[in-house]
């Protein structure tokens, strides 16, 4: 598909949101229980690296 | 995950939970795609004192025994912060009763159905609760008789209108 030069164009725009939800419904829907979990865990960990990673920078930022 | 889930349905065998069912989003994700959370919420019945009064402590203590830490109004569960809350009102407590087993690796376990998961977002009505409505309602897994009917029953017509004036 070629690409159009103005990727905001509305309609462009649109279509292109329709189609990427529809194939990570299609996507999500294809996973088991088990896997939409382990996604969670996975996520849950990001956050809590992140929010780790917040409170040392927090910390050193007190410190200096 | 899978140990979390072991260890409450070793309490449920135990007597210690009379009856319980995963609600929140991880139930949710059974249903539809997964959204973060951080903890787990589980909606149970507990087992009754002698006197009758619903109490938390022989849950803590049997938790406690289990390996499982209090972390705020959480326990934590083999790494799953656990949030237990005893059946709060008659909607949860039909949920809770309706609720069906689905299989997790190899535990059978028990899942409050879509249905009730909409009605206990909507009765929740937080911006995310109505989120969790409309992605249940777009995956087509609510039996949209029912909903209605658990909508009147429980009296959510208002929360009903307010998630409709957002998302319809």
Sequence with gaps: MTMP???LDPVFFEQHVA???????KHAQSLTWEE???AIERMRERGLSLKRAREENTRKAEKS | ?????QVLLQLRAEGVLARFAVGGAIAAS????????????IFAFLRPS???????TPLYERLKELGATL???????HGWPVQILPAYSPLVEEAVHEAREQTFEDLAVPVVTADYLCAIALQTGRPKDYLRVYSLIQAGCVNTAKLRQLIQIHELQERWNDYARRYA
């Excluded at chain 1, 189609?19 to 419904?25: C, E, I, N, P, T």
Aim: aromatic share 6%; no cysteine; charged share 25%.
């Design chain 1, 5 to 7: 030069v103005d990727t």
């Design chain 1, 19 to 25: 189609r990427v939800k529809a194939a990570w419904r």
């Design chain 1, 36 to 38: 939409k979990v382990a």
């Design chain 2, 1 to 5: 995950m899978k140990q979390t889930l």
């Design chain 2, 30 to 41: 059974f249903y539809i795609e997964a959204v973060a959370t951080e903890d787990l919420d």
């Design chain 2, 50 to 56: 002698p006197g009758g009064l619903v109490v938390l």
């Design chain 2, 71 to 77: 972390q705020d109004e959480h326990v934590l569960i």
